[in-house]
C-alpha cells in the first residue's frame, strides 16, 4: 500500500507563486511516475504535470512555461512550483503516483488565485 501527503496549497494572488510538495510512503518500487492532476468546480480531473523515473516530464499546455514539476527520489517526493498564477488555475490539486498496473491518490490540497 502506498500513501501520498500534499502540502503547500493555499491563496494566492494573480501573478504569484506556490510551490506544492507530495510525499509518498509504503510499498514503492524505484520506477514509478509521479504527478499532478486538477480538478476545478464543474470540470474533470485534468493532468497538470507528471515526471517519469528517469525524470522525462509531461506538462499540459496550460501550465508550459509557468510550472515545473520535479522530484527527490531519496525522499519519494514530487514538487510542483507554480509560478505566474492565474485564476484559472485555481483547483483542488491532487497527487498521483503510478507503479506498475497501480495507481495511487492523494487527498487533495486546493490552491485559490484570487484578489
Known amino acids: 500500500q502506498v500513501q501520498l501527503v500534499e502540502s503547500g496549497g493555499g491563496l494566492v494572488q494573480p501573478g504569484g507563486s506556490l510551490r506544492l510538495s507530495c510525499a509518498a510512503s509504503?510499498?514503492?518500487?524505484?520506477?514509478?511516475?509521479m504527478g499532478w492532476y486538477r480538478q476545478a468546480p464543474g470540470k474533470q480531473r485534468e493532468l497538470v504535470a507528471a515526471v517519469a523515473g528517469g525524470g522525462r516530464t509531461n506538462y499540459a499546455d496550460s501550465v508550459k512555461g509557468r510550472f515545473t514539476i520535479s522530484r527527490e527520489n531519496a525522499k519519494n517526493t514530487v514538487y510542483l512550483q507554480m509560478n505566474s498564477l492565474k485564476p484559472e488555475d485555481t483547483a483542488v490539486y491532487y497527487c498521483?503516483?503510478?507503479?506498475?498496473?497501480?495507481?495511487?491518490w492523494g487527498q487533495g490540497t486546493l490552491v485559490t488565485v484570487s484578489e
Open positions: 509504503g510499498s514503492i518500487s524505484a520506477i514509478y511516475t
Open positions: 498521483n503516483l503510478k507503479v506498475a498496473l497501480l495507481e495511487y
